[in-house]
């Protein structure tokens, strides 16, 4: 008796967007310059809400400790590169994650969309486009 032929799959497959990119210098490269904008970008803020813009309208405790925790897990990041211990992909999630949401609730804190603040939704964008492959930041 001859095996009848197995149909193949037709649904809908997402496993590609778990798959670990391989660990190359390019992606260590890019989780270090990623790490050195995020430093960079909250100097550049937190200058700004300590000498130029007009803060009163902003509920600045959690503009600060949102600023306090950023540096707290920033600093290590650039300083001891877990990536490089980790698995790139698991650390860039992390971090991912992380700039994310520290960055939605900065925005609602500073003003929501109305904030000075406002264009580093589009940072965050182009720091997913930056680390993950094109169906995966797309996604």
């Known amino acids: ?19 670990s990119p391989p660990r190359s210098e ?10 050195r904008i995020r430093l960079m970008v909250v100097l550049v803020n937190t200058a700004l809400l300590a000498f130029v813009l007009d803060t009163s309208a902003m509920h600045m405790p959690v503009v600060w400790g949102i ?12 300083l001891f590169q877990p990536y490089r211990r980790w698995r790139v992909f698991g650390a860039s999630m992390v ?6 949401i520290g960055i939605a609730v900065f925005i609602s804190a500073t003003g929501g969309s109305a904030s000075p603040f ?8 182009a720091a997913v486009a930056m680390r993950f492959e094109l169906r995966q930041a797309v996604v």
């Open 26 to 35: 390019r992606s260590l490269r890019m989780e270090a310059l990623i790490g």
């Open 118 to 125: 406002y264009p580093l939704y589009f940072l965050s964008a």
């Open 95 to 100: 971090s991912t994650a992380l700039d994310t």
């Open 67 to 78: 600023v306090l925790a950023t540096y707290l897990y920033g600093a290590p990041i650039v």
């Open 1 to 19: 008796m001859r095996p009848e032929k197995v149909a193949a799959d037709t649904g809908i497959r997402l496993a590609w967007l778990f798959e």
